[in-house]
């Protein structure tokens, strides 16, 4: 289904269907996931989408999402920050409801760049929310953030697929500023936001105990436990030197910064 047609359904289902669940229905539960792109995102949603009566809309102002003329309409019509309310609204007789933002996701030039204005007010808009809970996730090894962000854009596989023997080269100064931005963003979020109102989670941990992390996950939406499934594969399983063309630069460059374990192969 394309995203004009999908959005064009879920607008009409949030306004009659919803609106009668509503009166009937416990209050709706909601929740944002925020991450970093090629931070496990993915494999976070498709573990909470198996919870019952759950609608995950995943990254609603994604740029796929904002490929179709008609969503940017959509989306300019209310501002960015009705149109995640609106999304946040029930459709029917779901009990949770969530969407997922990248950090990207949250500043002007992101939106600038599709002609809708506004979403660099999307964080201060969830700041104001506090019926929506935050489910934080963060990768902590950066330099296969960076790695994944670079093969994915030269082969297109974002989700699923294989990057092959694809190689990178990564300039020094621009993992420089990566990491910088990134770190920059998880301190912002965890600095922002009340800690009750965030779950903070890391891909290393949830890969290494999805049970035990899924079961936070579900006491912190107040949902009862499930059962979790995933048909995602890790794209990338390729020791970095073999990966980065100039990775013996970049481990130089890096030695003695808090960065530098990064580089241990």
Known sequence: MTPARAALIKDCLHASAGRVCDAFLPELKKYVVLSAGRSGSNLLVSFIKSIPKNIQHGEIIGEFQLQSMA?????????????LDRRLSRMTTETLTGAKLLYRHLEDDYGEKFGIPGTGG???HL???????????????????????????????????????????????????????LEGWED???????????????????????GGEMQRLFRFLDVPAAPVHS???????????????????????????????????
């Open 71 to 83: 969503v940017r309409q959509r989306i300019n019509k209310t501002g960015p920050a009705a149109y």
């Open 122 to 124: 999307l964080l201060d």
């Open 127 to 181: 700041l104001s929310r506090d019926d929506i809970r935050i489910v934080h996730l963060s990768r902590r090894d950066k330099l296969a953030v960076l790695i994944s962000t670079r093969l994915a854009y030269e082969t297109g596989e974002w989700v699923g697929g294989s990057y092959g023997d694809r190689t990178v080269h990564l300039p020094v100064d621009w993992v420089r500023d990566r990491f910088a931005w």
């Open 188 to 210: 912002r979020i965890a600095a922002s936001f009340p800690a009750q109102r965030v779950l903070q989670m890391t891909y290393e941990e949830l890969v290494s105990d999805t």
């Open 231 to 265: 048909s995602m594969s890790k794209q990338n399983k390729r020791p970095k030197p073999e990966v980065i063309e100039n990775y013996a630069e970049l481990k130089e460059a890096f030695s003695g910064t808090p960065h530098a374990p990064l580089f241990d192969a």
